[in-house]
């Protein structure tokens, strides 16, 4: 059985900087491309980034791109999401997800088979 296990949320400063972990059990996380998705109280779930099986493509939401980054080190087997400047609507539930690696790198919720139980975020102002 995979599970999937992430750590690091907390609470932190407007500005501040967060590494998320995700650890794959059971599976080796090569197997699969990775996402992080987050929702915040109220809101649907969104897509936050993505990488493939190897960790050579990704693709990161646009609200995103140039603050948050999406990475893995399968040796480990585990990935990353490391998060700056980070904004209070950046507060959230984060969590990690694994989809086939046939899929490249997927952004549809739909395509992800395994989720994390979550990991909260609070950015304060």
């Known amino acids: 059985q995979v599970q999937l296990v992430e750590s690091g949320g907390g609470l932190v400063q407007a500005g501040g900087s967060l590494r998320l972990s995700c650890v794959v059990f059971?599976?080796?996380?090569?197997?699969?491309?990775m996402a992080w998705f987050r929702q915040a109280p109220g809101k649907e779930r969104e897509f936050v980034a993505a990488?493939?099986?190897?960790?050579?493509?990704?693709y990161h939401a646009d609200s995103m791109k140039g603050r948050f980054t999406i990475s893995r080190d399968n040796a480990k087997n585990t990935g990353y999401l490391q998060m700056n400047s980070l904004k209070p609507e950046d507060t959230a539930v984060y969590y990690c997800?694994?989809?086939?690696?046939?899929?490249?790198?997927?952004?549809?919720?739909?395509?992800?088979?395994?989720w994390g139980q979550g990991t909260q975020v609070t950015v304060s102002s």
């Open positions: 997800a694994a989809a086939q690696r046939s899929f490249g790198v997927p952004q549809a919720e739909s395509q992800y088979i395994y």
């Open positions: 059971g599976r080796t996380l090569s197997s699969y491309a």
């Open positions: 990488d493939s099986w190897s960790g050579s493509s990704t």
